[in-house]
Nanobody, 122 residues
Framework: QVQLVESGGGLVQAGGSLRLSCAAS????????MGWFRQAPGKEREFVAA????????RYADSVKGRFTISRDNAKNTVYLQMNTLKPEDTAVYYC???????????????WGQGTQVTVSS
């Protein structure tokens, strides 16, 4: 069993920044890929970013490329999502997930956190 706990969400003005954290427990963290997804009201959950177990490979949705950075600290069993130049359309609940490889497909991930709300005001 894996537990994932996200933190760092909140309310920010457009153009601002936030850093999300996801702390994992219950597994050999560095062995597995991590992903961030988001879900806005009335919309399906969508891929945001993913990172391989070692951190050597990262993937991003086109909508966040150049603004968001995913990273991980395997010594702390934590993955981060640095979000810069935030836009109102980034408003969503953000979820972290763990899986065998850094896929853009949510069905590839085995465990999910409870989510953290990010609200970007215009």
């Amino acid at each position: 069993q894996v537990q994932l706990v996200e933190s760092g969400g909140g309310l920010v003005q457009a153009g601002g920044s936030l850093r999300l954290s996801c702390a994992a427990s219950g597994r050999t963290f560095s062995t597995y890929a991590m992903g961030w997804f988001r879900q806005a009201p009335g919309k399906e959950r969508e891929f945001v970013a993913a990172i391989s177990g070692t951190g050597a490979r990262t993937r991003y949705a086109d909508s966040v490329k150049g603004r968001f950075t995913i990273s991980r600290d395997n010594a702390k069993n934590t993955v981060y999502l640095q979000m810069n130049t935030l836009k109102p359309e980034d408003t969503a609940v953000y979820y972290c997930a763990v899986g065998p490889y850094s896929s853009t497909n949510s069905q590839s991930y085995d465990y999910w956190g409870q989510g953290t709300q990010v609200t970007v005001s215009s």
